[in-house]
Each structure stands twice: as structure tokens, then as C-alpha cells.
């Protein structure tokens, strides 16, 4: 089968900025993608075709993958030599399959895992990593992969925590301030850290300084009434009681 536009599909022409093969990518029309529900973690459910399947870009001569456009184009700080050496890792990772195929879900999930190996060369931000793996939890999460889709929530958590708390300038795509708070809010409420939730919670609510959106306020007031509501007991009673007496400020 070969790649063919369609009324959501374009075809574009893309150089691939390592190995300079030429090769089709599928793109999809903004104005035609429809979403049907808006999920806590910023996720979204979409009738028809979803976006996520063509997010990356794949070189399929060499596998170097990024997110579409420019940041394909960008190298960062990928050293030629130590790319090629990994070829055959990229190959595994591949499992054999042709990039210049029409996308399907199992290529749109590879193409994500190339894309996270690709990272480590480019030696992006650890949060480039976080968008990629959560990115991977939506697609199974469309699904209903339950297991995968919490895999890659923790990996997405791990990678977001770290570049939030140990880089100077993470690269959140385009997330506010309040917004990045809000979502490690939400994924520690996926993977059950109440305590760690309710802090961001908190953060977004009361911390003027983020100048957080008010969508970002509301669906943190919205996420720790549930975590009240569907805890009852001692547990969120005690994070209560325990950040009465912390300053608002500490994370
Ligand atoms: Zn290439």
C-alpha cells in the first residue's frame, strides 16, 4: 500500500536532516480533526481519524523520528557517529516495519518509541521524553490498553518530574506555567500519590505567581474535590491537615 491523500490526509515531502533520504509523511488537516471528549490529563478522545497516529515524523532509511516540523528539522545535539552506532537498536525498535506505509496504530506506537530513543541522542529536555510517553498513554489509552497506558503515564511522570525539578529551562511544548503544575497534579492522581496531587492541586489554586488560566484553576478544583470525594478516610483529611501549616509556595 502507498501513502495517498485523502479529505483529512496531505502528503508532504520531507529530507530527513541526517541521512538526507527524501520520503513521504502523512499529515492531517487541523480543521478536520474532531474532538469528541477532553480528558483530565489534557488527552482527548477523537471521532475519526486521530492526530496522535502522525504526531512524528520517521526517517525510514536511518529511524531518526521527532515530532513533525521544525523539531524534526532540528538536530540538537545528535553526534553523527554515535547515531549511526546505534542503527541496529533502532532497527529492533522498528521491528522491521516500512515507514513509507500508511500509518497504523502499531506504527504510530513505534514511531513514538524511535522518536524517545531519538531524544536521548538530541539530548533534548527530559520533558520531550514526558510529551512522547504520555502521548504513547493516549494512543493506548484509545484502545483501552489499560496496562500499557499506566506504564506510560509513570514513565511520562518520571521524565516530566525530572526535567521540572532539575532543568532551567524544560521544553513543555506549549504549556503554561499553570498548566505544567496542573498536569503533574493530575498524572500523580493517576498513579495514586494523593499527597503529591493535592500539593500541585494546591499550587495551581492558590499560587497568584503562576498566573495559571482559569481552565487550568477550575479543573484543579475540580480534580481534588474528586480525589475527596472518592477517598474517604483518613488519607486526604491528613494532606489537609498537614499543608494548613506549609507555606503554599513549596511544591
Ligand atoms: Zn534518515
Given amino acids: 500500500m502507498r501513502m495517498q491523500p485523502t479529505n483529512q490526509i496531505w502528503i508532504k515531502q520531507v529530507e530527513c536532516p541526517l541521512c538526507y533520504e527524501d520520503f513521504p509523511t502523512e499529515n492531517i488537516w487541523q480543521n478536520k480533526v474532531s474532538i469528541a471528549e477532553e480528558y483530565a490529563d489534557l488527552g482527548k478522545k477523537y471521532n475519526g481519524t486521530n492526530p496522535l497516529f502522525y504526531s512524528v515524523w520517521v526517517c525510514p532509511n536511518c ?3 521527532d515530532l513533525r516540523g521544525d523539531e524534526f528539522q532540528n538536530t540538537g545535539k545528535i553526534n553523527d557517529e554515535a547515531f549511526e552506532e546505534d542503527f541496529s537498536i533502532f532497527k529492533m525498535v522498528a521491528e522491521g516495519e516500512d515507514f513509507r506505509q500508511p500509518r497504523t496504530f502499531q506504527l504510530a506506537v513505534i514511531s513514538y518509541k524511535l522518536a524517545l530513543l531519538t531524544a536521548k541522542h538530541k539530548k533534548s529536555s527530559a520533558a520531550r521524553s514526558g510529551t512522547l510517553n504520555l502521548r504513547l498513554a493516549w494512543l ?46 493530575e498524572l500523580h492522581r493517576q498513579i495514586g500519590d494523593v ?27 475540580l480534580q481534588w474535590e474528586n480525589l475527596k470525594e472518592n477517598r474517604v478516610g483518613s488519607e486526604v483529611t491528613q494532606v489537609e491537615m498537614d499543608e494548613s501549616s506549609q507555606n503554599n509556595d513549596e511544591v
Fill in 63 to 65: 529511524y531518526y523520528a
Fill in 140 to 185: 493506548y489509552r484509545s484502545i483501552r490498553k489499560t496496562e500499557q497506558e499506566k506504564t506510560h503515564i509513570q514513565y511520562a511522570l518520571n521524565y516530566y518530574m525530572d526535567a521540572y525539578t532539575q532543568e532551567s529551562d524544560p521544553d513543555f511544548g506549549n504549556l503554561s506555567p499553570g498548566g505544567i503544575i496542573y498536569l503533574l497534579g
Fill in 195 to 221: 499527597r503529591s496531587a493535592v500539593n500541585f492541586f494546591q499550587k495551581v489554586v492558590n499560587d497568584k505567581k503562576l498566573n495559571t488560566e482559569p481552565k487550568y484553576i477550575k479543573l484543579a478544583r
